[in-house]
C-alpha cells in the first residue's frame, strides 16, 4: 500500500498557473503508474493525466495546458497547470497502482487504481 499526500491546491484567477505536488510513501514499485483525478460534486471523477516511466497521458479538456512529470528520486508526482479555466475547479486526487499506465485508465473513474490521497482543491475565478 502507498501512502498519497496532495498540496498544491489553492484560488487563482482564470489563466493563471498552478502547480500540485503528491508525494508518495512506501514501495516505489506499488507505484508505478501515478495519475491525477479531479471531481466535482456535480460531476463524475474524471481523468486528467497519467504517467509511469515509460510514458505519460493527458485527458482531452487539458492536453496542451497541464503537464505531469515525476521525481523518481523522491517519489513524488507533479501536476503544472497552467492557462487555468473556471471549469478546472475541482477537487484533485492523486492515485497509484503497482502497473503500468494505460490511456484507457483516464477514462473510467479511476477503477484502476488502488491507492489515493485526501485531495486537494483547486478554484478558478473569471
Known amino acids: 500500500q502507498v501512502k498519497l499526500v496532495e498540496s498544491g491546491g489553492g484560488s487563482v484567477q482564470a489563466g493563471g498557473s498552478l502547480r500540485l505536488s503528491c508525494a508518495a510513501s512506501g514501495n516505489p514499485e506499488d507505484s508505478r503508474c501515478m495519475a491525477w483525478f479531479r471531481q466535482t460534486p456535480a460531476t463524475q471523477r474524471e481523468g486528467v493525466a497519467a504517467?509511469?516511466?515509460?510514458?505519460?497521458y493527458y485527458g482531452k479538456s487539458v492536453k496542451g495546458r497541464f503537464t505531469i512529470s515525476k521525481d523518481t528520486a523522491k517519489n513524488t508526482l507533479y501536476l503544472q497547470m497552467d492557462s487555468l479555466k473556471p471549469e478546472d475547479t475541482a477537487m484533485y486526487y492523486c492515485?497509484?497502482?503497482?502497473?503500468?499506465?494505460?490511456?484507457?485508465?483516464?477514462?473510467?473513474?479511476?477503477?484502476?487504481?488502488?491507492?489515493w490521497g485526501q485531495g486537494t482543491q483547486v478554484t478558478v475565478s473569471s
Open positions: 504517467i509511469d516511466n515509460l510514458d505519460s
Open positions: 492515485a497509484a497502482h503497482p502497473y503500468y499506465c494505460h490511456g484507457y485508465m483516464l477514462k473510467n473513474g479511476g477503477a484502476d487504481f488502488t491507492d
